[in-house]
């Protein structure tokens, strides 16, 4: 009992010292076990989120926005392989980690589960949910996991260019035909309070962030996130011309922040728990999508075998 509480301090003292974890060192049982969650749900969370962007790849209003957004569900399928690698790292199989996205038994994050009406939900996806994504991950290039930390340095990069295209879908459609500007407020209006929930439950509500910042897994609070969200797309909207769905919103000049309405909670643990509009929807998506790549898997898994045969042989 005593060598675990020595090595529980000073790889608490590692992390306080800024220094990063590595597959090989020692971690305690929770730390890995959190991370191993919360990387596995951000792995699916990207590779589920193709799919309300691909079902406008063939809808697309020019063949320049087709290629863009052909980028960039590709970029969201690599962003998804980075981090089913570092989930690996922590002693979990790729194999098992899909098969519980599969099953229903792991998350993913629970905005994907909403359906894509109009060509401008591609672009409020864009400024919206990928923004909030970027406030979130920006602070992962730190976090205390090496490899976790150095996979979503690239991911960053790739989200700020996607976040960029949303915002500017959104300001093209709302300079646009009254109809086309209607169609991005419609958009606004529906991801608005969706994307307010992507930052997680309140702090006082939410079981391991505490633990997490301790840990450094993360640096911020999802309660200290969503106002610097709101604070920034508030004006982002207002640049464009567009109206945050909020009467309640509000500057507060001595908070320096703005003041928002109640998020619809029940709404957001009806759909983490797998009532969403499009629950059921995804997830038979990426069973068809798993089941019809079975042969491309056994082809790699025959064409290793056959090549270390070959290797041996020599």
Known sequence: MTDVKNLEELFQAKIDA???IEPKDWMPDEYRKTLVRQISQHAHSEVVGMLPEGNWITRAPSLKRKAILLAKVQDEAGHGLYLYSASETLGTSREKTIDDLLSG???YSSIFNYPTLTWADIGAIGWLVDGAAI?????LCRTSYGPYARAMVRICKEESFHQRQGYEIMAVLAQGTPEQKE?????LNRWWWPSLMMFGPNDADSPH??????WKIKRQSNDELRQIFIDRTVQQAEVIGLSVPDPLLKWNEERGHY???PIDWDEFWNVVKGNGPCNKERLDARNKAHAEGQWVRDAAVAHAAKRAKRKEAA
């Open 135 to 139: 406030m979130n991950q920006v602070m």
């Open 18 to 20: 800024e220094q990063k």
């Open 183 to 187: 169609m991005a407020q419609d958009a």
């Open 209 to 214: 962030s505490q633990q997490s910042m301790t």
């Open 105 to 107: 038994k792991a998350k």
């Open 259 to 261: 003041d928002f309405g």
